[in-house]
């Protein structure tokens, strides 16, 4: 696997979040009973920033939660014989409220699906809506995310991987090149 290209830095991850928190906040007309609840691993950091953003534009703090669909994806088996369980830290009820689920990479849709049945085991919110860094492509659901930081279109056979300053101490979202066509 090799380095193709980097398609984001800092600046620009802190520019894309910067203008999802504000397109979050004009589709909701404000953030009445909105709240942010983000995909382990790095939707949670990136649901903290966006919270904090929202704060700072809104002087409203926004609830953020942490969700781990380990349990709840299609492809359980093939992962790990025995895959690491982290735990959902969703604090508040999440009945009749708007739900902005937040992810890092937008691929297949799968990990999606999978937060979607998650989410739906904690209660029935109002709306649930998607928010996502990097969006690539590749849909094998019906699934599309409602705010996006960008658009990287990429081949199946590359890799997309975005490093956060709270997980891997740094912030760039690099594409890899993986081998032969899937």
Same mark, same amino acid.
């Given at each position: 696997?090799?380095?193709?290209?980097?398609?984001?830095?800092?600046?620009?991850?802190?520019?894309?979040?910067?203008?999802?928190?504000?397109?979050?906040?004009?589709?909701?007309?404000?953030?009445?009973?909105?709240?942010?609840?983000?995909?382990?691993?790095?939707?949670?950091?990136?649901?903290?920033?966006?919270?904090?953003?929202?704060?700072?534009?809104?002087?409203?703090?926004?609830?953020?939660?942490?969700?781990?669909?380990?349990?709840?994806?299609?492809?359980?088996?093939?992962? %790990?014989?025995?895959?690491?369980?982290?735990? %959902?830290?969703?604090?508040?009820?999440?009945?009749?409220?708007?739900?902005?689920?937040?992810?890092?990479?937008?691929?297949?849709?799968?990990?999606?699906?999978?937060?979607? &049945?998650?989410?739906?085991?904690?209660?029935?919110?109002?709306?649930?809506?998607?928010?996502?860094?990097? &969006?690539?492509?590749?849909?094998?659901?019906?699934?599309?995310?409602?705010?996006?930081?960008?658009?990287?279109?990429? %081949?199946?056979?590359?890799?997309?991987?975005?490093?956060?300053?709270?997980?891997?101490?740094?912030?760039?979202?690099?594409?890899?090149?993986?081998?032969?066509?899937?």
């Amino acid at each position: 696997m090799r380095m193709k290209a980097q398609v984001m830095d800092g600046e620009n991850m802190r520019r894309a979040l910067y203008r999802l928190s504000h397109e979050i906040t004009e589709q909701n007309k404000g953030v009445k009973d909105v709240m942010l609840i983000g995909i382990r691993t790095r939707g949670v950091p990136l649901a903290q920033r966006l919270a904090k953003l929202i704060q700072e534009h809104e002087k409203t703090e926004i609830p953020v939660g942490t969700l781990d669909i380990t349990f709840y994806r299609d492809d359980l088996t093939l992962i %790990s014989s025995q895959p690491v369980v982290h735990r %959902s830290d969703v604090p508040f009820d999440i009945n009749e409220k708007k739900v902005v689920l937040v992810d890092d990479v937008l691929y297949t849709g799968r990990t999606v699906r999978a937060a979607l &049945d998650a989410l739906m085991d904690l209660g029935r919110p109002s709306m649930i809506q998607l928010a996502v860094l990097i &969006d690539r492509g590749h849909r094998e659901l019906p699934i599309r995310a409602d705010y996006i930081g960008k658009n990287v279109p990429t %081949s199946k056979r590359e890799l997309i991987q975005v490093m956060l300053k709270e997980v891997d101490g740094e912030e760039k979202v690099l594409i890899f090149e993986t081998g032969p066509e899937a």
